[in-house]
């Protein structure tokens, strides 16, 4: 998670189709460091390996589909908590409710709209880095208030 001054939060964006990436990199580059997978198996390795702070998610790929990704990324303590939003075709309220059922935090329908995909990413960061923020502060008693006052501030201008 990005905490350092002039940093970006890193998304990984995971789409088979190309175009698709394309399109939520472009409305995403400004403010994000965007990183990318075509496949599950890949989405799995990098969000290993690179830590994201948030997953952008296709439900439909061949192989291994969003929604098993979705669950192993749960199922595995590294990537646990991971906050990931499924960006998908599938728009009917059953298939939001199998992303939400599997971990999900969100379920935005294509063709997207870049302000709904701002918003939705940007809300959901804020969420997750205070709740980091929150779980750190419990951990760590030697933190004074103005301490921590301080650090949330900082947090809330990174997203």
Do not use: W
Request: proline share 6%; charged share 25%; net charge negative.
């Amino acid at each position: 998670m990005t905490t350092e001054p002039g940093a970006k939060n890193r998304l990984l964006i995971v789409d088979d189709e190309p175009t698709n990436i394309h399109i939520l990199s472009n409305i995403l580059a400004e403010d994000y460091e965007i990183r990318a997978a075509n496949n599950g198996e890949r989405a799995i390795e990098a969000a290993l390996s690179q830590s994201p702070d948030m997953i952008l998610l296709d439900m439909i790929m061949p192989d291994l589909d969003g929604l098993e990704v979705c669950r192993r990324l749960k199922e595995n303590e590294s990537t646990k908590d991971i906050p990931v939003i499924f960006v998908t075709s599938m728009s009917d309220p059953a298939n939001e409710e199998l992303g939400l059922q599997a971990g999900a935090v969100d379920y935005i329908s294509k063709p997207v709209s870049p302000p709904i995909v701002r918003a939705r990413v940007k809300i959901h960061l804020q969420n997750h880095l205070t709740v980091r923020f929150l779980e750190g502060l419990l951990s760590s008693q030697t933190t004074s208030l103005e301490d921590a006052k301080s650090q949330a501030q900082s947090l809330l201008v990174f997203v």
